[in-house]
Nanobody, 117 residues
Framework: QVQLVESGGGLVQPGGSLRLSCATS????????MGWYRQAPGKQRELVAT???????DYVDSVKGRFTISRDNAKNTVYLQMNSLKPEDTAVYYC???????????WGQGTQVTVSS
């Protein structure tokens, strides 16, 4: 059974930092491309950051220079370090695992991030 379990969300003040984690099981983690998505109330889910199996990363423009995605294949875990957080970063953040151009596509349950003073 495939499981993706996010953690690390919470309430943080503008300018603060959070580190999200996504622990996986039931997949060969090292061969999957991993991604973080987010969905704010009333908005569509958007891709935030991705990391390929070989470690290549990509980010949506709005988080470049502030967020860093990384992976630890030994721990089957992907991370999202979020710095200089802004109120517009408030959303539910979801972890995603993809292989074979999405033929295998798995999601976590999401973790809430709220940026507010």
């Amino acid at each position: 059974q495939v499981q993706l379990v996010e953690s690390g969300g919470g309430l943080v003040q503008p300018g603060g930092s959070l580190r999200l984690s996504c622990a996986t099981s039931g997949i060969i983690f090292s061969i999957y491309a991993m991604g973080w998505y987010r969905q704010a109330p009333g908005k569509q889910r958007e891709l935030v950051a991705t990391i390929t199996s070989s470690g290549t990363t990509d980010y949506v423009d709005s988080v470049k220079g502030r967020f860093t995605i990384s992976r630890d294949n030994a721990k089957n875990t992907v991370y999202l370090q979020m710095n200089s957080l802004k109120p517009e970063d408030t959303a539910v953040y979801y972890c995603n695992a993809k292989w074979r151009r999405g033929q295998y596509d798995y999601w976590g349950q999401g973790t809430q991030v709220t940026v507010s003073s």
